[in-house]
């Protein structure tokens, strides 16, 4: 197996694509996350006096949770964006960093805990960021990594994924983020966790609903270029997706709502 898989090109690869993304991530996607990142932390042993790593915070669901606990948190993140909008919380038991999860600018055994929610599947190198998450966590302490149960993720990319997989199975894009795919089976997450250098861990799966505000018709469409499946498609493909799509919603719709329900897979593992 080779140690890392050749990078497509993925929006999520580039910190410029996140830096642009805050305030939508913040509004649309950390209010869901945030159950994932909540149901993580309950896993791990936290106190006031715990040092906690979020790796990937994105705009801090897990860091937040943490802080609330009273940990003493570092949370890093590679895009510069990102990591403002964590430390314009002002929270003081937070200090947010620039940094790739896949080389950590820490020391061996730093921490009591270390989470990563959604962040670690799409780095490139997924094993040198897991592997990175076990060096830093203290022998004793554990991490807890969540990650989706499907390759085609949760929410909206998932709704959009199945769709042109039905419609159109020979036109699929690229393949999704390496990690995305290949941890999102238990055996296969569960053997990466203890590749990486930490005990067998124990695998909870968690589902919510992604509820997805319909109302916002065009908010909802400027999503689907941020899928890899659909930006294989043509015009009229795209269009006959997106009539798909629609009517599936009309079905389902609960007033301005559209719950998706996405189910991730959280591993926690001690550190030997
Ligand atoms: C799907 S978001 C998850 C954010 C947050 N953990 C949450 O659950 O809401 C993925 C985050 O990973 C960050 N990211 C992607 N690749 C990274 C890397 N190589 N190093 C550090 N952060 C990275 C992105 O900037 C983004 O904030």
Same mark, same amino acid.
């Given at each position: 197996?080779?140690? /890392?898989? =050749?990078?497509?090109?993925?929006?999520?690869?580039? =910190?410029?694509?996140?830096?642009?993304?805050?305030?939508? #991530?913040?509004?649309?996607?950390?209010?869901?996350?945030?159950? #994932?990142?909540?149901?993580?932390?309950?896993? *791990?042993?936290?106190?006031?006096?715990?040092?906690?790593?979020?790796?990937?915070?994105?705009?801090?669901?897990? +860091?937040?949770? +943490?802080? &609330?606990?009273?940990?003493?948190?570092?949370?890093?993140?590679?895009?510069?964006? !990102?990591?403002? $909008?964590?430390?314009?919380?002002?929270?003081?038991?937070?200090?947010? &960093?620039? !940094?790739?999860?896949?080389?950590? %600018?820490?020391? %061996?055994?730093?921490?009591?805990?270390?989470?990563?929610?959604?962040?670690?599947?799409?780095?490139?190198?997924?094993?040198?960021?897991?592997?990175?998450? +076990?060096?830093?966590?203290?022998?004793?302490?554990?991490?807890? @990594?969540?990650?989706?149960? /499907?390759?085609?993720?949760?929410?909206?990319?998932? *709704?959009? /994924?199945?769709?042109?997989?039905?419609? #159109?199975?020979?036109?699929?894009?690229? =393949?999704?983020?390496?990690?995305?795919?290949?941890?999102?089976?238990? +055996?296969?997450?569960?053997?990466?966790?203890?590749?990486?250098?930490?005990?067998?861990?124990?695998?909870?799966?968690?589902?919510?609903?992604?509820? *997805?505000?319909?109302?916002?018709?065009?908010?909802?469409? &400027?999503?689907?270029?941020?899928?890899?499946?659909?930006?294989? *498609?043509?015009?009229?493909?795209?269009?006959?997706?997106? $009539?798909?799509?629609? /009517?599936? @919603?009309?079905?389902?719709?609960?007033?301005?709502?559209? =719950?998706?329900?996405?189910?991730?897979?959280?591993?926690?593992?001690? $550190?030997?």
């Amino acid at each position: 197996m080779p140690q /890392s898989e =050749p990078a497509h090109h993925q929006p999520f690869n580039d =910190p410029a694509h996140w830096d642009k993304m805050v305030a939508t #991530y913040e509004a649309q996607s950390q209010p869901f996350t945030m159950h #994932y990142a909540e149901a993580a932390l309950k896993t *791990l042993d936290i106190g006031p006096s715990s040092k906690v790593l979020d790796v990937a915070t994105g705009t801090g669901a897990a +860091a937040l949770a +943490a802080a &609330r606990i009273g940990a003493k948190v570092t949370a890093i993140d590679f895009s510069a964006g !990102m990591v403002q $909008r964590v430390r314009a919380h002002g929270v003081q038991n937070i200090e947010a &960093r620039q !940094m790739d999860g896949q080389a950590l %600018d820490l020391p %061996d055994a730093a921490f009591d805990a270390v989470l990563s929610v959604f962040g670690v599947m799409l780095f490139p190198d997924w094993r040198a960021g897991l592997r990175e998450m +076990a060096r830093v966590t203290r022998p004793g302490g554990a991490a807890a @990594i969540a990650v989706w149960n /499907s390759a085609d993720g949760g929410g909206v990319h998932m *709704l959009v /994924s199945r769709i042109v997989r039905t419609l #159109y199975p020979d036109r699929l894009g690229p =393949p999704p983020a390496a990690g995305l795919a290949q941890l999102a089976d238990p +055996a296969r997450f569960a053997a990466a966790v203890v590749d990486a250098g930490f005990a067998p861990p124990v695998i909870t799966e968690v589902t919510r609903d992604f509820g *997805l505000d319909v109302a916002d018709f065009n908010g909802v469409e &400027r999503l689907f270029p941020f899928i890899s499946h659909w930006n294989a *498609l043509d015009d009229e493909q795209r269009a006959a997706v997106a $009539r798909a799509f629609w /009517s599936e @919603i009309e079905r389902g719709r609960v007033g301005d709502i559209f =719950p998706i329900p996405s189910t991730a897979m959280i591993a926690t593992a001690r $550190r030997p």
